[in-house]
T-cell receptor, first 114, second 115 residues
Framework: QQPVQSPQAVILREGEDAVINCSSS?????VHWYRQKHGEAPVFLMI?????EQKGHEKISASFNEKKQQSSLYLTASQLSYSGTYFC???????????????FGAGTQVVVTP | GAGVSQSPRYKVTKRGQDVALRCDPI?????LYWYRQALGQGPEFLTY????????KSGLPNDRFSAERPEGSISTLTIQRTEQRDSAMYRC?????????????FGQGTRLTVV
């Protein structure tokens, strides 16, 4: 089952903050975040493995609430380079979930303007 | 190689023809994944390999799709008797370790158009 991302799109001015949410209906082992710029391949940002764990990449951080099966990505003091589409990918922990199978959400388009 | 390499970058084929898409992963990477990405959507899992062994092919849409990685390096995704609904970007990714997904590096993809 594909995770659900919200919002679908967000427009920010440089320096503003934003939060992107990723929610799954199934128990999760991990959540992965990728950013894809137009016409390019998705690029890895971070993996979250434990409930409540937070990680960071530049001024981008994320949290993972294992119990709620939710993750949030925080864009802090956004820069022009943060523009792109952000995807969360989830790895299930159920007995029928094979290792190595990531289910990606539909993406959140982020536009940062000067 | 320096990154994941896919070929061809673009492929236009007539309905009913077979196509083979190639992926050359980063040297030494154990796991290799195939995804399909529709415009404006996230990557959709197709299948993945650890070394030469296909671990999961549950995402392959039907039996017209197959994949192999015979020597544990280069992989080929084959679509037989292509249909217009097969048109999409096909992406390959590789990661260093097997098991639970670690950082995956995506290739530039092959844009397949079936006319």
């Amino acid at each position: 089952q594909q995770p659900v991302q919200s919002p679908q799109a967000v427009i920010l001015r440089e320096g503003e903050d934003a939060v992107i949410n990723c929610s799954s209906s199934k128990a999760l082992y991990s959540v992965h975040w990728y950013r894809q710029k137009h016409g390019e391949a998705p690029v890895f940002l971070m993996i979250l493995l434990k409930g409540g764990e937070q990680k960071g990449h530049e001024k981008i951080s994320a949290s993972f609430n294992e119990k709620k099966q939710q993750s949030s990505l925080y864009l802090t003091a956004s820069q022009l380079s943060y523009s792109g589409t952000y995807f969360c990918g989830t790895e299930g922990r159920g007995t029928t979930d094979s290792w190595g199978k990531l289910q990606f959400g539909a993406g959140t388009q982020v536009v940062v303007t000067p | 190689g320096a990154g994941v390499s896919q070929s061809p970058r673009y492929k236009v084929t007539k309905r009913g023809q077979d196509v083979a898409l190639r992926c050359d992963p980063i040297s030494g990477h154990v796991s290799l994944y195939w995804y399909r990405q529709a415009l404006g959507q996230g990557p959709e899992f197709l299948t993945y390999f650890n070394y030469e062994a296909q671990q999961d092919k549950s995402g392959l849409p039907n039996d017209r799709f197959s994949a192999e990685r015979p020597e544990g390096s280069i992989s080929t995704l084959t679509i037989q008797r292509t249909e217009q609904r097969d048109s999409a970007m096909y992406r390959c990714a590789s990661s260093l370790f097997q098991g639970r997904v670690t950082e995956a590096f995506f290739g530039q993809g092959t844009r397949l158009t079936v006319v």
